[in-house]
Each structure stands twice: as C-alpha cells, then as structure tokens.
C-alpha cells in the first residue's frame, strides 16, 4: 500500500492486498517445509485446546445462536449504536472521530499523537491498526511505533507482516525468534536459548522501561457497548494493561462493526471468544473503560471509528454476514488450506477463511486478480462454519463472493446484479469436474441447514420449495460402486 | 468533537460514514429478538462451599497461589505469604483494611504510577470472582485502588470474600458497574504466542495469590 491510501484500491500491494494472485503465492507457500511444520505444530495444539474447553460448557450452541444473534442485531442497527456510543464517550470526556477510510484514520492518528509531542508510540496489538497501515504513516511523520504484544512485537523485528489474527507469529519458531531477539534487543544474553520462558523474559525486561515511561499508547478494541460507551480489550501479557493504564493519552482505532448494543452482550461474547481463540476458559487479562476515569489511567482519550470499506460490505446483504466476526480466528485454525499455506499467502492482513471473504469486500475490488482470488482459496469443507462462535456462513459466503469476483472481473467495475452473480458462480462450478463435486457435497451439507440459511434465494424459498439434496450426491455413488472399474 | 485538520474537518467524516451506513441497510428492518437460553446463572448461591472449591482448582489451574482463610486469620496469613517470599515493601490501596497488612504504605492519588515499580507486592480486595473460570474482577473501588497499582509490582494478593464469589460469567456481569475501570484477571500473565505453548509471568504480575475469606472459618 503506498502511504496509507485506501487498501488495494491502487491495485499496488498493502496490508489487504498481497503481490500475487493467491494460487501463485500458495505454491511457493507449499514449498516451504519449514513453514509448514510450524503451522502443522501450532495449529494442532490450538484445535485441540479450543475443543476441550468448547466440549465442557454445557450450553455453547445456546450461547452460539445468542452471540449471532447479537452480533446481526449490532450490523442492522450499526449507525443507530455508533451514534449512541459516540454520545457515551464524549459524555465521560472522551474524543470521537470518524474515518472514511485508511488514509483518513492514519492521518487522525497521527494528527493526535503529533498534539502531544510523543515521538515513540506503544502499540497495543490491533488488527485494525495493520489494515489502515498505521505503522508506516507514524513512521513517516517520524513517530516510532513499538508493538508491545510479544508475537507482534516479532513481526515487527523481522520486518514481517503478521500472518494469524490472533497469533501473528505463528509461522516462527523458537529458534528463529532466538535469532531475532539476539540480534534486535539490547537486553537479550549473548547466551540466550531458546525456551519460550527465557524468550518472553527478554520481552519483559525490553518494554518494562518503555511502559513506565511512554506518553502515548495506541490500541485497537474487541468490543465497544453502544449503551455505555465501554470499550473492552481482551489479552494475555499485560501489555494491554500496561498501554491502556499507564500513559497520559490513549488513542484507541476501532473498525465501526465492533459496536455491541448493550452492557449484557458481554454475557455471551466474553465466553465464545476467548474459548474460540485461544482455547482459554477465560484469557488472563481483559480490560474495559468508559471515556476518562480522574485519577486512574489516561486523561486523554481519543477513539477513532473506522469505516474502511465496511459500510459497503454492508450494502450486500449476504456479503455483510461477514461484518459480524469476533476475530477469534478459530475459522484459521481448522481450515485445511491454512494449515498448509500459511497466512501470508492470502497477502491480507486477514487471511484464512474469514479473511477471504472479509478481504475483497473490505477493499471493494472484488473483481480485483488479487483479492478476487481469495474466495476461490477453500475446498468449502465447512469446518470454519462449524467452528465459528457467531455462525457465520463462511462457505456460502465464498461461494457468493466467487460470483462476484467472476462478474467484477468481467464487467469492469460496474456493480454485478444478484442474477449476474447466481450465473457467474454456476457457471465457474460447474466449469470444472472437481468444483461440481465440491459443490455436491456442500450441497449436502446444507441439508442440515434451515432454508434461512440462503438468504439470497429467500423471497424465492417462500413460494417455493428448495428440493432437498439426496444423502449421497450421483458423482459419490458413482465413485463408490465405480471404485477402480474405470 | 475535535476537528483534529482544520482543513478536512472531522464532522464531514462523520457525516459521510453514517451517510453510507444509513444507505446500507433497508429501512423498517427489525432485528430479531435476542433468545438468551444460555445460563444465565449457575446452580450455586454465590459463596456455596461447592463454588469456593471450583474457583480454588480453576486458580491453581491457573498458576496462582490460593488460600483459605476466617476473617479474623487474614493478616496471620498475609503475613506469612510474606515472610516466605521475604518481601519487604507492600503498598495496598486507601480502603483496604489497615489491620490486613500492618506497615504497609497506602497508595496516594499523587504517587507517580512509575514508582510502582520499587514496590515488591500489592494487596487488594476484589470486586466479582468467577468460578467457572477462575477469574477475578477489579473494579476499582476504594478497597482495590487505581489500575495502577495491581499492575507494576510483580506480586498481587487478592483477599476474595466468599460472598462474592459467583458461578458463572453473566453473573458477574450483572453485578458490575460498567462505567467503572473495570479488569478481568485469570491467573498471572501468560503468553502463547511462541509456538502455542503457555507460558506464564510476561508483563503484568507474575505472581498472583488469592486468599479467600471465608466465614464458616
């Protein structure tokens, strides 16, 4: 992305748009053997932890349906709580301001970290932050952003780009984060190994100082209560603590779709994502405030909402399913085609299952080689379905959003109708042998779904009666009582 | 509001977003009611036996110290925390009990957050206590101070009484006031961003021992 300008709408790369179509950067993710075994290894222990503390609470599909419930209700009425929490914070001596896009909400960011005269910023991890670019339009007004969180806080070392929501970091391992704190931080031994402990440890001793002292901290926010105007920040450090307490002025960047309607949501997201995330029962930090409390904390505030393409998400009314995400990343963890390439071959900051359908709505290019292909980057085996704590409908979505990008490229940028875009994903189904028989067995998959499920073909359902798929679609029987005939 | 560029002011932002938002969505669409059928509360009364038990294993669980103690035994039992750990400098919060921690230096609004940092150890009162999941809730009254101060010494004691000891998340959530700085805490501080394995002790206390009050003795 160059200077924070709008993500991917140049067609140049930036945090929502790689370099390469993501076959091209799939293949040479695959090639990396090194790559895949870190991924392998810490996506197995996350899927296994997530499952054992899914399995022991009693009502999780209650508080399931509860939470997608909340979270629709949140996008239906997103300009309605937004103007409400807007009015909570300024009433507790908060500041709000708005961002049409990246560029605006860097340019905000900067503006108010300039009032202070801070020339190094603490960040608090932020996926909002990484998609509007933030940290390169700080550096080139000459102010120095440290990532305070440790896997971000690696990333940023390297020079890397992060390549899991919630885990960035997931495709180093521990002796390449050894080599990186050895040759980077003042305060790694020169004998330093490399047992997590002791790699955490040389984290601590390296931000204690600058936590003390900094002005500024910059974080992001998992949810904001409309009715309270209380924003929340779930972690595990205490680097979010320490960014959120210590400095006089906190400037907070929230994508405008993290709104919650009411003080008791919490009841119910606070329990699916931590459990979805990080397979905690409860993460060991969570934070919340409401504007500016005298006496404890920063008694400066700034809250910056950010639009970024999620108002036009919000236009498509299959599209916007994807405006209801938590960022647990659980989706990422059981995809089968993340766990072998990795998060940087989706060249967004969002990648995985949710990323490919967040990604080309986000950056409004959905005809675009790069983030058009993103959709096309799943076997739509359903796992991240099953697995998502609000469900979202993350196989339809791609299958709708492969439409789009089929008709976008097609027609130039003008919007495809909803006719247009039935075809064009029927018509790239059914183009080839092996999609026909992902679609069959996604068909089936659907059986266990109520008809709501397809809000596209609603109004038309009503009158008519979807034929319900067999249990074993033509090309599978064929396969089965085929079997090594042919 | 503040128009942070004079020449772009903020309020047309503002406009535009809730413009566009307004243009998204169809009008008269009502969100379907919230059904909570999840629990809304657990089967225990706050501070039953049987809930004072789960919170103490979700603690140890965690990596945190618990002990269970009379009302009348807590300054034995702090004292004796102390001594083992041969901490010398304890700071607790305005409207702790003084009879708790005899000695201890009471935090002061004008005390720079900074200066924490010399301190080996802070006790607390606590707010809510989840046992389901092993968490404890500050919410910054006088009992538990600024954020501050359970932040920047590498030691917490948090005294819990057991009345306040509930089951389940949305219990606590009923009895919090949300305008108030409020931290959720689950065991010492943890990081599973090396490889996915847990580790504990990063930025915040790496110690946490919690002493639950308990009347029955």
């Known amino acids: 992305m160059s200077a924070g300008g709008p993500a991917g709408r140049s067609g140049a790369h930036g945090p929502l748009r790689g370099r390469e179509p993501f076959p091209d950067a799939a293949r040479r993710a695959l090639a990396d053997t090194q790559l895949r075994q870190n991924l392998a290894r810490a996506t197995r222990t996350i899927r296994a932890r997530r499952a054992e503390v899914v399995g022991e609470v009693p009502d999780w599909e209650a508080l399931r349906e509860a939470g997608r419930a909340i979270r629709a209700e949140a996008t239906q009425r997103l300009p309605e709580l937004l103007e409400t929490l807007e009015a909570q914070v300024v009433a507790r001596g908060g500041t709000v301001h708005w961002a049409r896009d990246a560029a605006e909400a860097t340019r905000v960011v900067v503006n108010c970290v300039q009032a202070t005269g801070a020339r190094e910023v603490l960040k608090v991890k932020s996926m909002t932050t990484q998609e509007i670019g933030l940290n390169t339009a700080l550096e080139r007004a000459g102010i120095r952003p440290v990532e305070t969180d440790l896997a971000e806080l690696i990333v940023q070392l390297a020079g890397d780009t992060p390549s899991h929501i919630v885990v960035p970091a997931i495709h180093r391992n521990r002796e390449e984060i050894r080599q990186l704190f050895r040759q980077h931080l003042p305060e790694a031994p020169a004998a330093l190994g490399d047992d997590p402990q002791e790699l955490a440890a040389v984290a601590r001793r390296h931000l204690r100082q600058k936590f003390l002292r900094a002005p500024v901290a910059i974080s992001g926010v998992n949810f904001a209560v409309a009715e309270t105007g209380t924003l929340v920040v779930v972690e595990s450090e205490g680097n979010g603590r320490m960014c959120l307490t210590l400095p006089s002025t906190l400037v907070t960047v929230m994508g405008i779709e993290k709104v919650i309607p009411r003080w008791r949501d919490l009841d119910v997201l606070l329990q699916l994502l931590p459990r979805s995330a990080t397979g905690e029962r409860m993460n060991p930090y969570t934070s919340m405030w409401t504007g500016v409390t005298p006496g404890d904390g920063p008694q400066t505030f700034h809250l910056v909402l950010v639009d970024g393409g999620r108002s036009r998400a919000l236009a498509d009314p299959i599209g916007r399913e994807a405006l209801r995400c938590i960022r647990c990343s659980a989706c990422l963890n059981v995809c089968p085609v993340f766990e072998r390439v990795g998060g940087h071959a989706y060249g967004s900051v969002y990648p995985g299952p949710i990323g490919a359908i967040l990604t080309p709505q986000l950056t409004g290019r959905p005809g675009d080689r790069v983030t058009g292909s993103l959709p096309f980057a799943s076997t739509l085996c359903g796992a991240c379905l099953d697995a998502c704590p609000v469900l979202i409908d993350i196989p339809q979505l791609l299958v709708h959003l492969r439409g789009v990008a089929r008709a976008g490229a097609r027609q130039g940028r003008r919007p495809p109708s909803p006719s247009t875009l039935a075809m064009g994903a029927a018509a790239w189904v059914m183009a080839d042998g092996s999609r026909l028989g992902w679609a069959g067995r996604a068909a089936r998959l659907g059986r266990r779904l109520p008809a709501a499920g397809l809000p596209p073909l609603a109004r038309w359902l009503r009158t008519r009666d979807l034929p319900t798929p067999p249990p074993e679609t033509f090309r599978a029987w064929w396969a089965r009582t085929r079997r090594g005939r042919s | ?217």
């Open chain 2, 1 to 217: 509001m503040v128009g942070a560029d004079p020449a772009r002011p903020v309020v047309n932002a503002r406009t535009v977003v809730l413009g566009r938002l307004r243009r998204a969505l169809q009008p008269g669409v009502v969100p379907e009611p919230i059904v909570r059928a999840y629990r809304q509360a657990g089967p225990s009364p706050p501070g039953a036996p049987a809930l004072l038990d789960r919170l103490q294993a979700r603690l140890l669980d965690l990596g945190a110290g618990v002990r269970r103690t009379a009302p009348d035994t807590v300054a034995e039992v702090i004292a004796a925390l102390l001594a083992a750990r041969g901490a010398t400098t304890v700071v607790v919060p305005a409207g702790l009990p003084r009879t708790f921690v005899p000695g201890a230096v009471v935090d002061a609004a004008d005390r720079p957050a900074p200066t924490l940092d010399q301190v080996d150890l802070v006790v607390t009162g606590c707010a809510v206590a989840i046992a389901e999941t092993g968490t404890l809730v500050l919410d910054g009254s006088p009992d538990q101070g600024r954020r501050a101060l359970t932040l920047v010494p590498d030691w917490h004691i948090a005294v819990v009484a057991a009345a306040r000891v509930v089951e389940t998340l949305p219990e606590a959530i009923a009895r919090l006031d949300p305008t108030r700085p409020l931290t959720f805490i689950s065991g010492p501080s943890a990081t599973s961003d090396i490889e996915f394995r847990r580790v504990e002790g990063v930025h915040g206390p790496r110690t946490l021992d919690v002493i639950l009050v308990t009347t029955g003795g």
